[in-house]
């Protein structure tokens, strides 16, 4: 192999340029930087021709043992190092793990040009301008099936209905290959807004011949079809007429379907909306002012308007679907907010589904909901939530109207590429030409189909307050030891000139509990290991450390089966 | 209200003859101590006559918020202050929610005897040889509608079908009241063994006359009917027969039904079986040895032995159906199995649904199973686990059955209560008759019905290692503070004459990473507040800790928007 950096040639060559040669060959290169193995975080950087493009820039949320991260995002330091910066980004629809990442990607990398449908770009300028970053790149609007030319890459979107409007899939050409990237989709052939995926353009696509479909992978596990949007709509027409009290209904912030659905029910039964929380008002606000929501004057209010109103006439659009603890719902449901509470004869429809770690936050808010007096409907118990992901038929037919040679899962934890794997290999996609790749793969697309030829490092940046990339894994790995049994701080001292202890230690314990005699008892035992090792002429202060952190922690742990972090302080005076 | 401690009458007599006066009145009382408003640690105080008996012990699994903490108990101060001890404990059958807290309420109340069908006390007495506690109660075997007299209560058990064998409703007569406490239970008729919820002797009781009902309302929400046992079988036979590799099953140690229906399969087709997890093996010896399931000779294998047949002649029954970090499963998973390990073409069955707040490790499991190449099939995309508990209409035909003149649901979140609530009212139970409790209620039931008339503390105890509630919130409180942004300690070391710093501060910082200058300016802020309160005469070291944490806190807050711990340590040499 070449030993440049960054030059992932199969065979190593004499005269190998500069450490972007690679790209400048005839091959065409993707390298996912995330979004495989999990759900979130998609970022896939496509590099032809000495230029690269890059599909979504996604965040991830934190996990329980991200202790104290607020947000997770890919490494870009592939893209950060390279000094011809990035041709364009191009976006396939708006929520957080497809363009979450975006801010952190400009700050680190010279992008020309950011690419998204009208929506997207709506929502993207919005969140740029909070950033600070209206000027760190071209935002440009794409026309579906208007196809736009970034280089060597001539890229087309394409239709797609997924939980948020105007989302797209990618046709991506380059060096002579096909590639469609789907990004997230449903097959919804009665989507609220009329836009349907556009089956006959993908088919199109087929018959021109797909050399790669890189596909959405997040329910792939699951039987049968996705229902339509449509659905919850019809819930909602069930459930409204029916209510007498307050109606909340929260989602996504950026579920615009799903909010034009409730406020159309809502508004045929005589009810004002309100919409709280801060995302989802500005979301709505931006889908209002392109014409992908229709509300007619005079229905929205203002949360604290709502006085004025019987309970009965209020329809109530918040955030917090997720049980996130500063949200709009969270702070209802604990009786925390200004100006909306919940009492009894009211209803909240929590139309959305746990994302996975997230259920007992939200199972804690519907039990507070539930205490106050309110009806709790959701995804369990009622037809309310609809995923924006097409289940096995969909990616079945989608794989059918494509007739990819080859195909690569994308979006999902491994068992959901696994899946999506099983469905191609299902539909006739040859094994050697389904590629399970991990976030850092480089593949390569040549005539003789795609192939894994080397891997970059593509690592997680942590978002920690103010702090982007500076907690590493080992501040977590304190952290989480911290957590576990807290923290036992010996400060003893040393007179330097003769290294005689000065004064007994001392221990301060936080999160550690430990009766008084076993405080009593680690005093001593902290005090007999200086005075021994002293004795023997060690005196070396790292060395002293070491040994009382040993011994100490050994008799906590004998005594109480707790690991506390030990932290032995040695002053000399 | 009488004025001493644990009388719990609503008005005050003059004559209060001694703390356990009110127990002494005519009067049924019914303290809950655990299992309502949460899932787990069920446990019920009823006391008639002078005496007391206790309906289950069972613990709780921790929550991510309970750092540290190995196991959660209902507090049982009420008990073991109680000067008469326990007449006896009463287990309706063995799960850990259950039954799990008894080993430390036998340490630390006077119990008289316990109670619980063969399958019951069999469980129960392993649990207690391992806590070398088999003297401290008199165990005894109830018979199935044999009732037992208890002092002044008369206490029969009525077979119910549920996921574990030989579990049990409880009919309770004392103060010429009955009350039915139905343990959990599910509707079904066809279970396993047989051994179907005794619907006939329930209506008897309800053509009898109940006062009060106390029923499981884990799935009140649930809207139909729980499925057979039965039905994970045939879905086994389904799958079984179609696999050339291994075949794992796991689930809860404790589902004997679930294992035997494995087993049958299996043996069908040709498998031999090991049971991998000592839990399980445990709970299998006993099962098989009280006749509770029927296992052939020659059909069961130690995991060692596995390596002499060919994968597609194995079945591995495995505990770590909920992900837990030690199980069999997750050893497996990871590929740290000293005997098990998964390859391309095994089958890996979960049977089981993850409890709330499991659900990332169990995915993990799965997603690390799948890398491994194996299919794994669980409760989201097929029929491989059903409940144990009965939904909303088998609640309503149990409710229908005993006709109850007042329900109080219990053993379930609050949302969960109030949704067996409403079903109870949907049957014409008055809502004055409907007693929504919480964990310390003290519920009357007189001729008027039943009347919450006072409360008791009735808090959690956690397990942490060796201790048992020396762990309290505020080290809890402290290990959710670490794990969030670490911990920074600051020494800083005064001469005692002259109160004079003999040193620049030092920092310790663990879990908080900070950029070099923001140690450095760090150290210079603190050695700045010091010099100005000495300068102004302030030397009490409290002081100085307080302005110390103050001023580094907030300077750290301003540069990096995080707060870790800060531990201001003051040596005086």
Redesign the interface.
């Known amino acids: 192999m070449c030993g440049r950096q960054r030059c992932f040639r199969e065979t190593a060559r004499a005269s190998c340029p500069d450490p972007t040669y690679a790209s400048k060959s005839m091959s065409l290169r993707i390298i996912p930087l995330g979004g495989l193995?999990e759900v979130g975080k998609n970022m896939t950087v496509y590099e032809a021709g000495g230029e690269v493009i890059v599909v979504d820039a996604g965040l991830a949320f934190p996990?329980?043992e991200h202790?104290?991260v607020d947000l997770v995002l890919p490494e870009m330091t592939y893209l950060s190092d390279r000094p011809g910066g990035v041709r364009a980004v191009v976006l396939t629809h708006a929520h957080e793990d497809h363009v979450g990442a975006l801010p952190y990607l400009l700050r680190v990398a010279k992008v020309r040009e950011v690419w998204g449908t009208r929506l997207t770009l709506g929502l993207i300028k919005s969140k740029l301008d909070e950033h600070g970053l209206m000027r760190a790149a071209e935002l440009r609007e794409a026309d579906i099936g208007t196809p736009i030319e970034l280089g060597p890459f001539r890229v087309e979107f394409v239709r797609m209905a997924h939980s948020i409007p105007d989302s797209a899939a990618l046709a991506i050409e380059a060096e002579g290959k096909l590639v469609v990237h789907t990004g997230d989709y449903k097959l919804d052939h009665t989507p609220i807004d009329g836009q349907k995926t556009d089956v006959g353009r993908l088919a199109e696509l087929g018959n021109r011949g797909v050399d790669l479909m890189l596909g959405d992978s997040t329910n792939a596990?699951?039987?049968g079809v996705t229902p339509s949007e449509r659905v919850v709509g019809e819930a909602f027409r069930q459930i409204f007429p029916l209510r007498t009290g307050r109606i909340l209904v929260s989602s996504f912030a950026s579920n615009v379907h799903r909010m034009q659905q409730a406020i159309d029910v809502a508004v045929d039964h005589g009810r004002k909306v309100a919409i709280v929380g801060r995302s989802m008002r500005k979301n709505a606000n931006i889908a209002r002012n392109l014409g992908f929501m229709e509300v007619s004057d005079g229905v929205l209010m203002k949360p604290e308007e709502l006085r004025e109103l019987l309970p009965g006439q209020q329809l109530i659009l918040c955030t917090g679907s997720q049980g996130e603890p500063m949200s709009a719902m969270t702070r209802i449901a604990y009786n925390d907010h200004p100006a909306v509470s919940v009492e009894r004869g009211d209803t909240v429809v929590i139309s959305a589904k746990p994302v996975?770690?997230n259920?007992?936050r939200v199972?804690d808010a519907?039990?507070?909901l539930?205490?106050a007096g309110a009806e709790?409907l959701h995804q369990?118990?009622a037809p309310v939530h609809v995923s924006g992901h097409g289940n096995a038929e969909e990616l079945r037919t989608i794989i059918s109207l494509l007739r990819p040679k080859a195909v690569m899962p994308v979006h999902g934890?491994?068992?959901m590429l696994?899946a999506h794997a099983q469905l191609a290999r299902d539909a006739g996609v040859p094994s050697s030409e389904i590629v399970l790749a991990e976030n850092g793969s480089v593949v390569e697309l040549t005539d003789t189909g795609p192939r894994i030829v080397d891997e970059i490092q593509a690592g997680v940046t942590y978002v920690?307050?103010?702090?982007v990339g500076?907690?590493?894994d080992v501040?977590?790995r304190?952290?989480?030891?911290?957590?576990?049994?807290?923290?036992l701080?010996i400060?003893a001292?040393l007179a330097p000139e003769d290294g005689v202890p000065?004064s007994r230690p001392?221990l301060?314990a936080?999160?550690?509990?430990?009766?008084d005699e076993l405080i009593e008892e680690t005093r001593q035992e902290a005090a007999r290991v200086i005075d021994e090792l002293l004795a023997g002429d060690v005196s070396e202060i790292k060395l002293l450390q070491e040994h009382l952190h040993d011994a100490v922690g050994q008799l906590i742990y004998d005594?109480?089966?707790?690991r506390p972090?030990i932290?032995p302080?040695i002053?000399e005076?």
Chains 1, 2 share one sequence.
């Open positions: 193995g996990r329980d202790l104290g596990e699951r039987p996975p770690g259920e007992l199972h519907i039990n507070r539930a205490q709790v369990e118990i934890e491994f068992r696994a920690d307050g103010l702090g500076d907690v590493q501040a977590l304190d952290r989480r030891h911290l957590s576990k049994d807290g923290v701080i400060v001292t000065t001392e301060i936080r999160g550690f509990t430990g009766a005594r109480t089966r707790r972090m932290l302080v002053v005076v």
